[in-house]
């Protein structure tokens, strides 16, 4: 089985890692490390769907508190997703705030319906707008990165689409910053937890799958300098982390990264596609944390608090609600990151 696995691989460009820093007002490649080889892009693809987004509210295509059809395909999406349920609706902004923090499938997929008809027809939208921007090394075959041989693309491609997603859309540049959100009542916790302790990171994008590895498109100012990264094929999220700081720092510093720094960060093609192997590509989910795979249908131990013993938080899946309010983020000086409050009644319920 993994012989038959890893050969299903074998033909597809894959360097397992690869990373590259950008100084935008320049142009100049800070670093590069397997920037031009193909990889599986995850969920850094929401990127292009928020690109498309954000186009259709420039030209007033869609509007800010507009609500969407859930189909029964936007609803049967793998996680991570909002647990939308088909026949409700949600807003553009819900969708938005889904992506950007918690890489919601469910809502990628909504947007994609709500712009293309089809989710086949937006790919094809997304390919378009690739070219236009010069991404010559990517094809995008779904709008949430989900698996998929053909959904492909390069550090230096999601790079350019970082740069264009803050330059042609400044008004929005503010969501990449949301760290959390409240959906239906709930709070919505982010995946990019570089944001917390990497001093100027304001953006963008987290994406795992088990072919992918851990990915990471990252912005940060210091001293009113601005620079992009991306990170591809990481062996962890500690380790994609690790190394986009370090490749931020040396960018700042106007020093490239060692190669090898970049290698050890990354688990190389041949175990990239074992593991690819090992998770079947259909049941493979598009977010920022290992999949646990059920080899056995034992419950999970519940801890019970108890004199002198407390338990750690357990993650609260999405419920509904019928109240909430909205907060737009603002920029806070004394630098704590902004959080961006969002609510809408579910009318279907």
């Given at each position: ?31 590069n ?13 929401k ?5 498309l ?9 869609l ?41 919601a ?16 027809h937006?790919?094809?939208m ?18 949430n ?99 986009m ?11 490239p ?39 056995a ?26 109240q ?26």
């Open positions: 089985m993994l012989v038959i696995g890893f050969g299903g691989y074998s033909g597809v460009a894959h360097a397992g890692y690869a990373a590259i820093v950008i100084d935008p007002a320049t142009g100049e490649v800070l670093s490390v397997n920037a031009d080889e193909q990889n599986y892009p995850a969920s850094l693809t990127m292009m769907t928020l690109y987004t954000f186009q259709a509210l420039q030209n007033g295509k509007k800010v508190d507009q609500d969407l059809s859930v189909s029964t395909w936007a609803a049967s999406r793998a996680p991570t997703k909002l647990g939308l349920r088909a026949g409700q609706t949600v807003s553009v902004n819900d969708c938005i705030l889904g992506m950007v923090t918690k890489s499938n469910d809502a990628a997929t909504v947007v994609a319906e709500g712009l293309g008809g089809t989710e086949s937006f790919a094809d997304m390919n378009a707008q690739a070219a236009l921007l010069g991404m010559s090394s990517s094809h995008f075959a779904n709008a990165g989900l698996p998929d041989p053909n959904n492909l693309s390069t550090a230096r491609d999601m790079a350019k689409l970082a740069m264009a997603l803050y330059h042609d859309f400044p008004q929005y540049s503010h969501y990449f910053a949301t760290k959390e959100f409240v959906f239906r009542g709930q709070l919505i916790r982010g995946h990019n937890n570089l944001m917390d302790r990497y001093p100027g990171m304001d953006g963008l994008k987290t994406g795992f799958t088990d072919a992918s590895g851990f990915n990471l498109a990252s912005t940060a100012v210091r001293d009113g300098h601005r620079l992009f990264a991306v990170v591809l094929g990481g062996r962890s999220a500690s380790a994609r982390d690790n190394l700081a370090r490749l931020l720092d040396d960018g700042f510093d106007h020093r990264t060692p190669d090898a720094l970049v290698a050890q960060a990354g688990v190389g093609g041949r175990a990239r596609r074992v593991l690819a192997a090992l998770s079947p590509i259909e049941t493979a989910d598009a977010e920022d944390a290992p999949v646990t795979h059920r080899r249908h034992a419950a999970a131990p519940t801890c019970k608090p108890h004199r002198g013993k407390t338990c750690p938080p357990q993650v609260v899946k999405s419920t509904k609600s019928k909430g309010a909205t907060r737009l983020a603002h920029r806070n000086h004394k630098g704590k990151k902004p959080v961006m409050l969002a609510a809408s009644a579910d009318k279907h319920d």
